[in-house]
Every structure is written in C-alpha cells, then in structure tokens.
C-alpha cells in the first residue's frame, strides 16, 4: 500500500476531463478515478486487465455500477480531503464476492485545494472481478432497478394474501396430512420469496455467504414444488442423481438459479413431455466439475434466439426478456461456473450447468 501511496501523482492537467488527465502510477498498479458525482473518469491498463474490460466501457458510468460498497468509503474523502485506507476490502460482484483488496482511496486537490476527483488504488489482490457488459450498460442497469422495484411493491401484497390464505386452509383442514405437507411448502417458499425480493436483486450491495451445500437436496426440494404443474401438464419427471460431493456457495441462490432452468423447460413443454435431469462429476482442464443437465422435449430454441439467450433483451418467452436465464447464468457465473445450452428445433433444449467441486469435500 505505501508503494500505491508514492506512485501516485497528479499529471499537472486543471481539465479533468477523461480525454486530458490521467493519473501516473507504477507498472502494474491498479488505479481508478472518480469524480465528485462518483462517475469514473480513468481506469488504468491493470484495471482492464483485471475487470476484463477495456477503458472505454466504464468510463462516464457511475461508481455504484462497478465497485457498489465503495460508494460510502469515498464520498466523505470529497468531504474532508483526507486519504483514506481500507484493509481487505470485497467487493461483491453482481452475484457473489469475487474480489478482496488492500484499498487506498487518494484524494486529488487542485485551484485553491479544491477536490475535484479521487483516485482509488488497489493492492494485495486476490481473486477478479469480471464486470459483465449487460451490467455495465446503462440503460439495462435502469431496467433492473425497475424490476426490483416492481417486484417489491407488486409482490409482496399478494404474497401476504396468499399466506393468509395457507393459514385459513391449514385451520379448517389440519386433519389432511397431504395439505399439511404442501402448505408448509407453501409457507417456507413465500418466505424465501420475500427474501429474493430484498437480497436477491441487490446482491452488488450484499456479502454474499458462501457454505456447503449439498445439490441433491436442493434439487429433491424442486422436485416436490414442480410435481403438481408436471402432473396438470402431463409431463413426466425423470431424475438420475448421483453420488455428490459437496459444493462451496450460496444455497438460494443455487436454489433460484436451477428453479429458473427447470421452470424453463415445464413452460417448453404446455401440451406435456419428458423433463430429465441427471447429475454427474466431470474432470475438464484439470477442475473436477458437478454437472447438472436439464433437458425438456419441447419444441426448442431458434437458433437466432439461442445465440443471444440469456441477454436481458432477449427471451424464449414473451414477457421476461430473458430475466430468469440472465439471473441463472450470473448465478453460476458467480460460483466459478458456467453454463451452457445445447437446443434442436422441435426435439428439445438441454441446460448444462458446470459448478466447480471443493476438493476437500466428500462424496455425500
């Protein structure tokens, strides 16, 4: 951090403007610089390096969009004009921490000591954090607030109904155990719900816990909430899991992010068919991955749509825009994993996520 401290050093330019003023650092530094409405204004060769995007990408967009928990750390330096130090920072990525950083946040005093930006320096990192270009630009930004704030007035009344509802049912049929077992599903998965709408759209602004979990649960846990619709739409649940190790994440999020698959693949199919769903371990490129595939018979994916499935403007179905995927892929993402689809017109869609193995854990 002292070695950040003494490269840094104002090039002598009253014009802050992006075009004529750069901050001088040491080879390899990291640095960055916003101004006092929190826009970026610079962002160095190591700084692309290490978000995986170029200059041109972040400059102008605001400081919430890339680094959110530094938003409260480098406003009050604006305030008082005094460096500021921040010792193993994480910053959450869209889904999940993926970077953690000695932090030195440098004022940038020029006519009459007046701040007119601040320039971040970054040391002792590990891990990355890949910005992605759907989140980087800003109008999709916009559209996701929107969502987030729809979903939070929109939902959470009806979901107060529906378990006014449950508790009614659960009073006057108590007796039936089936009922029981279903309206305590019910229940825990409104509570979930409401859990999504307050920490799952703002994940940027949350530490996300990463744990064990176990997917066979998970995914027995899908299996009972899908049951009722397969059955009303005639469509057969077939499952082949095997014998899993554990993986290192955040179990809800997991959760949403094969709910969303699934879902998928029950509305490929309106007129019934056969979901599958296998699990299995693969070595690649010298990671042991959990493989789950989730495959539908229904009438497939265009190839046209396929090449951009998962873009926020983009969708197999009408209304979602592609939101459910997008969340899934930034999901997976988020745990060092990827996903992948494979679609054939009118024999069906199959999803492969890739969730890489902790190698200390055991086959449970």
């Given at each position: 951090?002292?070695?950040?401290?003494?490269a840094?050093?104002?090039s002598g330019?009253?014009d802050?403007?992006?075009?004529?003023?750069?901050v001088r650092?040491?080879a390899?530094?990291?640095v960055?610089?916003?101004?006092?409405?929190l826009?970026?204004i610079?962002?160095?060769?190591?700084?692309?390096?290490?978000?995986?995007?170029?200059?041109k990408s972040v400059i102008g967009i605001?400081?919430d969009?890339?680094f959110?928990?530094l938003?409260?750390e480098?406003?009050p330096?604006?305030?008082?004009?005094k460096?500021?130090?921040?010792?193993?920072?994480?910053?959450?990525?869209?889904?999940?921490t993926?970077l953690?950083a000695?932090?030195?946040?440098?004022?940038e005093?020029k006519?009459?000591?007046?701040?007119?930006?601040?320039?971040?320096f970054f040391?002792n990192?590990?891990?990355e954090?890949p910005l992605?270009?759907?989140l980087?630009?800003?109008?999709?930004?916009?559209?996701?607030?929107k969502?987030?704030?729809?979903?939070?007035?929109?939902v959470r009344?009806?979901l107060?109904?529906?378990?006014?509802?449950?508790?009614?049912l659960r009073?006057?049929?108590g007796h039936?155990?089936?009922?029981?077992?279903?309206?305590?599903?019910?229940?825990e998965e409104?509570?979930?719900?409401?859990?999504?709408?307050?920490?799952?759209l703002s994940?940027?602004?949350?530490?996300t816990t990463?744990l064990?979990?176990?997917l066979?649960?998970?995914?027995k846990a899908?299996f009972v909430m899908?049951?009722?619709r397969?059955?009303v739409?005639?469509?057969?649940i077939?499952?082949?899991?095997?014998v899993?190790?554990?993986?290192?994440?955040?179990?809800?999020?997991?959760?949403?992010a094969l709910?969303?698959?699934i879902?998928n693949?029950?509305?490929?199919?309106?007129d019934g068919g056969?979901?599958?769903?296998?699990?299995?371990?693969?070595?690649e490129?010298?990671?042991?991955?959990l493989?789950?595939?989730?495959?539908d018979?229904?009438?497939g994916?265009p190839?046209k749509?396929?090449r951009?499935?998962?873009?926020l403007?983009?969708g197999?179905?009408?209304h979602?825009k592609?939101?459910g995927i997008?969340?899934s892929?930034e999901?997976?993402?988020?745990?060092?994993?990827k996903?992948l689809?494979?679609?054939?017109r009118?024999?069906g869609?199959i999803?492969?996520?890739?969730?890489p193995?902790?190698?200390?854990e055991?086959?449970?």
């Amino acid at each position: 951090m002292k070695n950040s401290q003494k490269a840094y050093k104002n090039s002598g330019h009253s014009d802050y403007s992006t075009k004529q003023r750069e901050v001088r650092v040491e080879a390899g530094q990291y640095v960055f610089s916003v101004d006092k409405s929190l826009a970026i204004i610079s962002w160095n060769l190591s700084m692309e390096k290490l978000c995986h995007r170029p200059a041109k990408s972040v400059i102008g967009i605001k400081l919430d969009r890339v680094f959110p928990l530094l938003h409260d750390e480098i406003l009050p330096v604006f305030g008082n004009g005094k460096e500021k130090r921040i010792k193993s920072f994480r910053n959450n990525c869209f889904m999940g921490t993926n970077l953690c950083a000695d932090i030195l946040i440098v004022p940038e005093k020029k006519k009459k000591d007046k701040i007119e930006a601040v320039s971040v320096f970054f040391d002792n990192i590990t891990g990355e954090c890949p910005l992605n270009k759907e989140l980087v630009n800003s109008e999709k930004m916009v559209a996701i607030g929107k969502i987030a704030s729809s979903l939070a007035h929109g939902v959470r009344n009806p979901l107060n109904a529906i378990k006014g509802a449950v508790v009614y049912l659960r009073e006057k049929y108590g007796h039936e155990s089936t009922l029981l077992e279903f309206s305590t599903i019910i229940n825990e998965e409104i509570d979930k719900l409401d859990d999504f709408i307050s920490n799952f759209l703002s994940t940027a602004r949350e530490k996300t816990t990463f744990l064990p979990v176990n997917l066979n649960d998970i995914l027995k846990a899908i299996f009972v909430m899908i049951q009722p619709r397969a059955e009303v739409q005639d469509i057969k649940i077939s499952h082949n899991l095997s014998v899993l190790p554990l993986i290192i994440g955040d179990s809800f999020q997991i959760e949403q992010a094969l709910f969303n698959l699934i879902n998928n693949a029950l509305e490929a199919m309106p007129d019934g068919g056969v979901l599958d769903i296998k699990t299995s371990l693969k070595w690649e490129k010298n990671v042991d991955y959990l493989v789950i595939e989730i495959s539908d018979t229904g009438k497939g994916i265009p190839d046209k749509k396929l090449r951009k499935l998962g873009e926020l403007s983009n969708g197999t179905k009408k209304h979602d825009k592609g939101f459910g995927i997008f969340l899934s892929r930034e999901v997976i993402k988020a745990h060092s994993g990827k996903l992948l689809c494979e679609s054939v017109r009118n024999r069906g869609t199959i999803f492969k996520v890739f969730l890489p193995v902790e190698k200390s854990e055991r086959p449970v």
